[in-house]
């Protein structure tokens, strides 16, 4: 076990919130998630060969991946495994500074690699890289926001990248910092509506709930084709849709029917919840409905070779509406009231118990980067590190070209 390594990640996004790169973070070995870890080198190796896992068509297509490296791995061949457009290379605050440092960091931009400093603060000995790396990370959490902005003044001179905050837990903090010019952010923070309860399911979020209500008890697609024909706007998505899954059969498809034959019944629902839940997505929560598909499809994956096709689409939706309550805009409970679930669905988002609970809660833990917890859920489903690691890999390259695509999960006018 003491050569595992958990992946987790965080995303960092621009002042619109849209997805601009993915810290990949990583610790050492189930048993050691809350220890130090005890080789920098083999856990940043670990990192770096689970990202090459899926092969030439890289996971984040055309994101960037924030990596760690402490000074054994940035000094090893190793860095030099992935591409350099895709990576910047983080240098933690524990590297000391050397001509060796300096030399070794013009040699990898001369590769093409780029850095960022991280948990930057204004020692004197940081300056000779100041110009020498494109991002520097400020903690804003740990310090007043007196500081950040002192800090920002101070390097100026010879800094001339980009600024990225860490930890931005509120909307005061993400707003001052946007205010002081600093690019991008990272962190908990997330647009969350407020007095849910005085907010209504609008018609068109009704219409799907209907359509997916009919689904579920559909027993002649002539039950769904009517209601179908009867929504324009849904009609005319389903038909792109089915167009684009038929590419390859080289068919056109023209009618409601159709559509519903080639994708059937279990598709169409799936392709539904995610229409539901991601429709529209507004700069402020652009963020969570990505990171809702992807929550959706890393527990599907986790279920594969533990549980049957029907309860890994049922994973699917957990993750999927674990965050439908802030997307929507809606209580979850009056959700579940116009869209009654599995009860393994309902135990999972309401109470955080049953089958379901353990996948969805590692999925979170991932996104916070709980390495502890991490752990735990792991073992609780009797996974590996390389199984969950796969599993976040795959979700993220599964989200990635599920937007790339412009599929209905991102058609802003999908619900309207």
Sequence with gaps: MGTETFLARQPIVDAEHRLFAYELLFRQSMA?????????????VGVIGNTLCLGPDWLLQGKLAFINLDEATLMSDFVCLLPPQHVVYEILETVPVSSVLIARIRELRQLGYRFALDDFVCLEEYRPLLPMVDFVKLDVLEQHPEKTVEILAHIQRDFKGQFIAEKVETREMFELCRNSGIQYFQGYYFARPENLANKSIQPGQLAVLDLMNKVSNCEDLSDIEEPLRRNAALTLRLLRYANSAAAGLQ???HTVRQALTLIGLKTLYRWLALLLVTAKPTPTNALAARTAVTRGRICELLGQSRLDRQAQDELFITGLFSLAEPLMEVPLARLLERLPMPDSVVKALVHQTGPYAPFLKLAEASERGDFERIARYASDID?????????QLRSLAWTEELTSEASPATDESACD
Excluded: C, K, R
């Design 32 to 44: 050691s998630v809350s220890a130090q870890i005890s080789s920098q080198l083999q856990a940043g």
């Design 251 to 253: 068919q056109q498809i």
């Design 383 to 391: 996974s590996s590190p390389e199984e969950v690691n796969l599993a």
